[in-house]
C-alpha cells in the first residue's frame, strides 16, 4: 500500500515568515494530493490540493507543489499569522480513494 | 465546500456500555463515507469504509463486532462502539466524499470510557 511520509514533525516560525512542509509518497499511481488543517478538537480541513497532472498550484498565501518523478510533495505558507498555527496533514489517494495521511506537522507561528 | 456533521462532539461513558456517533451529509448524498481514529498528537487512521446499502470494509485489525457500522441512507452512517472499555478512548472522525475523490471530515468525537 501507499506510505506517506511527512516532514517536520514540528516547526515553529516567525509571524511574517514561511513555512514549508514537505510530504514524500511510495505508490507511483497516487493521483491526487490533498492538505489538511486541523485545529485542535476539530477535524480536519482541506485548505488545497494538487492533481497528478498539475505541478503547483496557489491559493493566496498558499501553495502546493509537486514531483512526480521524485515522488514528493510540499506545502508552502507564505506571510504566516498566528491563525495558521495548526497541525497540517499531507495525504495522498490512489484510484480506490483510499486517503493515506501523513504523520502531521505541528505549525507554530510566533507573534 | 460540502458539510459533514458529526455527533455528538463529545461523549463520556461507563465501561461496558455502547455508543453511537452519527456522521451525516448534510448538502450532498454519500454513498460512500470513512471512519477514522485519532489517538492524541498522532495522525488519522483509516477504521472502515461505509457503503450505503452493504456492508462496511474494516481495515485490517478494526474489529468489525466491536466497532459496528451502519449506512442505512445516502446521508448517514452510524458508528457503534460495542461494550466500550478505557483503551477505545480516543478521538472518532467521520468523512464523506461528495464527488470525485476530496473528503470532507466532520468536526469529530472525543469519546472517553472511564
Known amino acids: 500500500g501507499e506510505n506517506v511520509e511527512q516532514h517536520p514533525s514540528t516547526l515553529s516560525v516567525q509571524e511574517g515568515d514561511s513555512a514549508v512542509i514537505k510530504c514524500t509518497y511510495s505508490d507511483s499511481a497516487s493521483n491526487y494530493f490533498p492538505w489538511y488543517k486541523q485545529e485542535l478538537g476539530k477535524g480536519p480541513q482541506l485548505i488545497i490540493d494538487i492533481r497528478s497532472n498539475v505541478g503547483e498550484k496557489k491559493d493566496q498565501r498558499i501553495a502546493v507543489t509537486l514531483n512526480k518523478t521524485a515522488k514528493h510533495f510540499s506545502l508552502h505558507i507564505t506571510e504566516t499569522q498566528p491563525e495558521d498555527s495548526a497541525v497540517y496533514f499531507c495525504a495522498a489517494i490512489t484510484g480506490a480513494n483510499n486517503l493515506f495521511f501523513g504523520t502531521g506537522t505541528r505549525l507554530t507561528v510566533i507573534p | 465546500g460540502a458539510v459533514v456533521s458529526q455527533h455528538p462532539s463529545r461523549v463520556i461513558c461507563k465501561s461496558g456500555t455502547s455508543v453511537k456517533i452519527e456522521c451525516r451529509s448534510l448538502d450532498f448524498q454519500a454513498t460512500t463515507m470513512f471512519w477514522y481514529r485519532q489517538f492524541p498528537k498522532q495522525s488519522l487512521m483509516l477504521m472502515a469504509t461505509s457503503n450505503e446499502g452493504s456492508k462496511a470494509t474494516y481495515e485490517q485489525g478494526v474489529e468489525k463486532d466491536k466497532f459496528l457500522i451502519n449506512h442505512a441512507s445516502l446521508t448517514l452512517s452510524t458508528l457503534t462502539v460495542t461494550s466500550a472499555h478505557p483503551e477505545d478512548s480516543s478521538f472518532y472522525i467521520c468523512?464523506?466524499?461528495?464527488?470525485?475523490?476530496?473528503?470532507?471530515f466532520g468536526a469529530g468525537t472525543r469519546l472517553s470510557v472511564l
Open positions: 468523512s464523506a466524499i461528495p464527488d470525485g475523490s476530496i473528503q470532507y
